[in-house]
């Protein structure tokens, strides 16, 4: 091997070495992802009550602190201003499990009168989630999930 491609050999393993480190470095400042997003409703039935479950899997490099979430119409004014991580901020909090590593499960159910049923629009909706992570990144996906109310 002559000497220009062993020094050549050399400077492309240091520098895939610092490039790793690098990687490395900074794939911890991830932002918090989500997985395994579903919504389901249950539209409520004579004297049965229905009901919104939505469940998800949350993971961030530094943890996650919590999991915001709101279902939303379609036919909403959200749909043509946005949702933004300010009106997710009140919205109600999923319960969330350790699921291994830096990963939670998460899960929020409410129940669904007739009552409920009847005042709500109906048609598409959207749940829209906030995952907060320990460090403080955030991502808002506002289409997590979708459903329909009938």
Same mark, same amino acid.
């Given at each position: 091997?002559?000497?220009?491609? =062993?020094? %050549?050999?050399?400077?492309?393993? @240091?520098? !895939?070495?610092?490039?790793?480190?690098?990687?490395? +470095?900074?794939?911890?400042?991830? /932002?918090?992802?989500?997985?395994?997003?579903?919504?389901?409703?249950? +539209?409520?039935?004579?004297?049965?009550?229905?009901? !919104?479950?939505?469940?998800? &899997?949350? #993971?961030?490099?530094?943890?996650?602190?919590?999991?915001?979430?709101?279902?939303?119409? $379609?036919?909403?004014?959200? +749909?043509k201003m946005g !949702?933004?991580?300010? &009106?997710? %901020?009140? =919205?109600?909090?999923?319960?969330? $499990?350790?699921?291994?590593?830096?990963?939670?499960?998460?899960?929020?159910?409410?129940? @669904?009168? +007739? %009552?409920?049923?009847? /005042? /709500?629009?109906?048609? %598409?909706?959207?749940?829209?989630?906030?995952? #907060? =992570?320990?460090?403080?990144?955030?991502?808002? &996906?506002? $289409?997590?999930?979708?459903?329909?109310?009938?």
């Amino acid at each position: 091997m002559s000497r220009r491609t =062993a020094v %050549a050999l050399a400077a492309g393993v @240091v520098a !895939l070495g610092g490039a790793s480190a690098f990687a490395f +470095a900074h794939g911890g400042d991830q /932002s918090p992802a989500l997985a395994h997003t579903t919504a389901r409703y249950t +539209a409520p039935d004579g004297d049965r009550a229905g009901s !919104l479950t939505f469940a998800t &899997d949350a #993971t961030a490099s530094s943890g996650v602190k919590k999991v915001n979430v709101l279902p939303w119409p $379609k036919s909403s004014s959200f +749909a043509k201003m946005g !949702l933004t991580a300010k &009106d997710m %901020a009140d =919205a109600d909090q999923a319960v969330c $499990k350790p699921a291994g590593g830096h990963t939670v499960h998460c899960t929020f159910s409410v129940k @669904v009168t +007739a %009552a409920d049923a009847a /005042s /709500s629009p109906h048609g %598409a909706w959207h749940m829209a989630v906030l995952v #907060t =992570a320990k460090d403080g990144t955030t991502t808002l &996906d506002t $289409k997590a999930a979708d459903f329909s109310v009938r």
